[in-house]
């Protein structure tokens, strides 16, 4: 059974920073892309950023320039670096893991941006 397991969100100042952690364990093949969702309140989920096994990222259009995401593969492990944050960045972020005809999600982290 593949679990994952997110850490780091919290409450942070508009333009302040916050790292998100995300750690996957069980069978995991290779070959996978691993991701980032956010979901505001009221709102559809949409992704954040995502990036392959092979390096390969893409980012939401809301967060260019602002979100780095970052992998370890040998901890099967994504990181979402957030800078420069702003209130509508306000949501529960959800780690997303994808191999074959797997899917996986992790269990949520809230993220607020508020003075």
């Known amino acids: 059974q593949v679990q994952l397991v997110e850490s780091g969100g919290g409450l942070v100042q508009p333009g302040g920073s916050l790292r998100l952690s995300c750690a996957a364990s069980?069978?995991?093949?290779?070959?996978?892309?691993m991701a980032w969702y956010r979901q505001a309140a009221g709102k559809q989920r949409e992704l954040v950023a995502g990036?392959?096994?092979?390096?390969?990222?893409d980012y939401g259009d809301s967060v260019k320039g602002r979100f780095a995401i970052y992998r370890d593969s040998a901890k099967n492990a994504v990181y979402l670096q957030m800078n420069s944050l702003k209130p509508e960045d306000t949501a529960v972020y959800y780690c997303?893991?994808?191999?074959?005809?797997?899917?996986?999600w992790g269990q949520g982290t809230q993220v607020t941006v508020s003075s």
């Open positions: 069980g069978n995991i093949f290779r070959i996978n892309t």
């Open positions: 997303r893991l994808l191999f074959k005809v797997n899917d996986y």
């Open positions: 990036m392959s096994s092979g390096g390969i990222s």
